[in-house]
């Protein structure tokens, strides 16, 4: 999808408003980890109210346009009424129509308490962190916001742009952006989060995600590129040759359509369970089908060889006996030529417990999940941290 067909056009914007059933019991909020409510601003955006519109859908979500692009179908689109008549709403793009075409500062004001005397430490400018900021400022707090990499919005820098422009991360953050209230340092590792305590802030919380990318545990494993590294400089490993993605979740899905457009004449994800197993949206299937990627199903990884320049994948096949997913004896093979080999196989990171004013939020307290999800998280550790701090 190119960056022109992000947003709904006028009359498709229309037409979805259109449909919606207004359901009393609101299925689409039920649904949505943050809690937005798509009836409302549906609602609003009918009537033409596009200012409250923006105002119902900033009110629990400061990252609202970015969520509208990127938000899988499993929550609000799901649970969508619609789809008993004919197909549900597409209320994602809806809400990122909505606030790229109408939002301005005074329809996305939200009252705010004045400072309350008390700072705080946000470690991680992620989805968490900043949901985090953004709470904790409406409630008076101020705040040090402390990132390790050069710029905001965390594991969705990894996103590639024609799905996720980096402007609109930037653009949600323009509006929850106080510089009176938050301070941020870009480029700031902190390694000891407990110190910050004697440094005059009340509470922290933690949102540092889960950057460990998971190896494979196989002999050759150094041959094989961690998704982290390939997404965050797809410009360093550009090549016309064979590409090997390791994985079937989403993060796979981006790294194969990423070589694609990177220029591989060809590109093939191994994933060890069945296509209908892969936790991908059916907007990533299609993109999968589009691309013309070859999908190897039921399949390990045994070994990584290197000969000469190409590099040789050593697979053998799975089977399921009684559920358990178990190798076949004698099936491994030999798959030479490849020019890259991609592992997107997950992330990690050591879970911690959280103490009195220590709070952890988003994937590294709950692992690997969605923006959404790691948004409602980071509101909820605000939330906890301000009950505490206020007795
Ligand atoms: C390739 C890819 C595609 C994805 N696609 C989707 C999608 O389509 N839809 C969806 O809903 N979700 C998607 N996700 C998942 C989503 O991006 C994550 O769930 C979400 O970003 C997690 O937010 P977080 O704030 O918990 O952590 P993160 O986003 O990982 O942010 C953590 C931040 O903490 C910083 N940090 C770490 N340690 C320190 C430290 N010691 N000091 C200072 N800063 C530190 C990191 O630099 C990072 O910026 C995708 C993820 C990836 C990797
Ligand atoms: S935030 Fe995401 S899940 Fe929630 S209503 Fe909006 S698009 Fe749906």
């Not at 914007?13 to 409510?37: I, S």
């Not at 409406?138 to 996720?164: M, Q, V």
């Not at 417990?353 to 605000?382: F, M, P, Q, W």
Request: aromatic share 6%.
């Amino acid at each position: 999808m190119t960056s022109k067909t992000l947003y709904l056009t006028r009359a498709q914007l229309l037409a979805e408003l259109g449909r919606c059933l207004n359901c009393k019991t609101q299925p689409c909020m039920n649904a949505c980890p943050v809690n937005c409510n798509p009836r409302e601003f549906i609602n609003k955006a009918k009537d033409g109210d596009f200012s409250g519109a923006v105002e119902a859908i900033t009110r629990y979500n400061p990252m609202g346009q970015t969520c509208g692009l990127i938000c899988p179908d499993k929550f609000c689109m799901h649970a969508c009424t619609r789809s008993i008549i004919d197909f549900p709403i597409n209320i994602p793009r809806v809400q990122a129509t909505i606030l790229e075409k109408y939002r301005t500062c005074e329809s996305a004001a939200h009252s705010k308490h004045p400072f309350n005397g008390k700072k705080i430490a946000v470690i991680g400018a992620g989805p968490a962190g900043i949901a985090a900021t953004s709470e904790l400022v409406k409630l008076g707090y101020k705040i040090t916001l402390y990132e390790g990499f050069e710029k905001i919005g965390g594991a969705l820098n990894l996103i590639p742009e024609n799905r996720l422009p980096f402007s609109v991360i930037d653009k949600d953050w323009s509006f929850i952006n106080d510089p009176e209230m938050i301070e941020m340092h870009l480029n700031t590792i902190i390694n000891n989060p407990v110190s910050l305590l004697n440094e005059g802030y009340s509470g922290v919380i933690i949102a540092t995600g889960e950057p460990d990318s998971i190896d494979l545990g196989v002999e050759g494993e150094e041959y094989a590129l961690s998704y982290f590294d390939y997404l965050r400089h797809p410009e360093q490993y550009k090549t016309k040759g064979n590409v090997a993605v390791i994985g079937g979740g989403a993060v796979a899905v981006d790294c194969a359509l990423t070589a694609i457009n990177n220029g591989a004449d060809y590109v093939e994800m191994f994933i060890r369970r069945r296509i209908s197993d892969m936790r991908v949206t059916n907007e990533e299937r299609k993109s999968l089908l589009d691309a013309g990627i070859d999908l190897t199903s039921m399949t390990k990884i045994k070994k990584i060889g290197k000969d000469g320049e190409f590099i040789t994948l050593y697979t053998c096949k799975n089977h399921f006996n009684q559920e358990k997913l178990e190798e076949i004896p004698d099936t491994t093979i030999a798959r030479p030529g490849f020019s890259l080999i991609i592992r997107a196989i997950g992330s990690s990171a050591p879970r911690q417990n959280d103490s009195d004013v220590i709070i952890y939020a988003g994937d590294c307290k709950h692992g690997g999940s969605t923006i959404v999800e790691a948004l409602a998280s980071g509101r909820e550790a605000a939330a906890r941290l301000n009950s505490r701090l206020s007795g």
